[in-house]
């Protein structure tokens, strides 16, 4: 088995002997996007399970001395598999992946603030996280899903689309981080979506070379014409569409403001912001849109949370809330959990065991796992809305 390295692919699913590998393009510069997607088939995964959990750093001395410490928690992890009774040449299969990271040199230059390795019979990947993690390593029937569950939340993130017509880019974007995606099969710009020769009817276009276009119409009205931006936006939006799949996370789209309307009536994307972060974004600072698409959204992530706490908060002594681990992960193994509450910073727990079962059943029968940023939102280590 080999775990794909190197900066750019992330969250890669591996196995051996015709096993499905998936690559993720979903590369927020050096951070990975943990999908649902993705922590679903993870919450499918049948064990043992090892995960491994590492601080990281952008720069400086610390980046050295990773691969040692991720060598160190290797070893605890082997040594936790042989209490568990796996024989030692199993181990040593399961934790190959892991291990190969110890010698990237690539990849130890492009980390994030915190990195999450997951290795099972069959499966192996790693994510290089915008957020802190707690150093540990966990050997068990599940993987340690509850430090991912803040990329899962309602303040997830958004997608801001950069749209003109010379230059097309995609970004991720969280609270405190955004990174480009790569395109992928998304087209870069209308030269490329709509041949030269069919864009010369359009009037949208002249020749500055014998390779080479010029397009035009970036602040003007009577420079564009509505058929052939509909068409460029189709373009766009069909493969960019196909690859968000069923997420959720606003689509922010930085650009000259007779866009999002046109761009809005053609896309297939559940949720196109409806204001734009406006003017040409093609040479504007990524800092400069970051904040300007956050400040769009930022109230629709609170309402979202606060809708949330409202609906436990409702249903408390109704007999379709739960707050205990044990009871929790119980109902989730039962299907009965719709929703499940977690604070972003929770209080110490006896077993994280249990809220580790309640985050993976809650998953496996299609519910909801959310984080709280509000402080105090939960006076338990989790909350659980009932179907039944």
């Not at 196995?15 to 510069?29: F, I, Q, R, S, W």
């Not at 598999?81 to 190959?96: P, Y």
């Not at 690539?106 to 996280?129: I, K, N, S, T, V």
């Amino acid at each position: 088995m080999e775990l794909a390295s190197g900066a750019g692919r992330c969250g890669e699913r591996v196995g051996e002997m015709g096993t499905d590998t998936t690559k993720n393009e979903a590369v927020l510069g050096d951070i990975d996007v943990v999908s649902h997607q993705e922590i679903q088939r993870m919450a499918g995964v049948a064990g043992p399970c090892v995960t491994v959990l590492l601080p990281s750093t952008r720069f400086g001395p610390d980046t050295v001395g990773a691969p040692g410490r991720l060598r160190h928690r290797l070893q605890e992890a082997a040594a936790r598999l042989a209490d568990a009774g796996v024989g030692e040449a199993a181990a040593g299969q399961l934790l190959a992946p892991l291990h190969a990271l110890e010698d990237d040199t690539e990849f130890w230059q492009h980390q994030a603030d915190g990195l999450a390795l997951f290795a099972a019979p069959g499966y192996a990947a790693r994510f290089r996280l915008p957020i802190e993690v707690t150093e540990q390593v966990v050997v068990g029937e599940f993987f340690r899903l509850r430090p991912l569950v803040p990329l899962l939340s309602t303040d997830g993130g958004l997608f801001l689309l950069a749209l003109a017509q010379n230059s097309v880019r995609l970004f991720h974007a969280t609270r405190h981080s955004i990174g480009e995606l790569r395109l992928g099969a998304i087209p870069s710009s209308m030269s490329e979506a709509i041949p030269q020769e069919e864009m010369a009817r359009y009037g949208q276009s002249h020749s500055t070379g014998p390779t080479s276009t010029q397009f035009h119409g970036q602040g003007n009205e009577a420079d564009y014409d509505k058929v052939a931006l509909e068409r460029f936006f189709r373009a766009v939006d069909r493969p960019l569409t196909a690859r968000l799949g069923t997420r959720r996370e606003p689509l922010v789209l930085a650009c000259v403001a007779y866009y999002l309307p046109i761009y809005s009536a053609v896309s297939r994307y559940p949720l196109v912001w409806q204001e734009a972060v406006e003017g040409n974004p093609e040479h504007r600072p990524v800092k400069e849109l970051h904040d300007a698409a956050w400040s769009l959204v930022e109230s629709h992530f609170a309402e979202g949370e606060a809708h949330e706490l409202d609906r436990y908060r409702e249903a408390a002594g109704t007999g379709r809330t739960l707050a205990a681990p044990a009871e929790v992960a119980a109902a989730a193994g039962e299907g009965r959990v719709d929703t499940l509450l977690l604070p972003l910073e929770p209080p110490e727990v006896a077993d994280d065991g249990e809220v580790d079962r309640a985050v993976v059943e809650t998953l496996r029968h299609g519910g909801r796992v959310l984080a709280l940023h509000e402080e105090s939102a939960l006076d338990s280590p989790v909350g659980a809305l009932l179907r039944f």
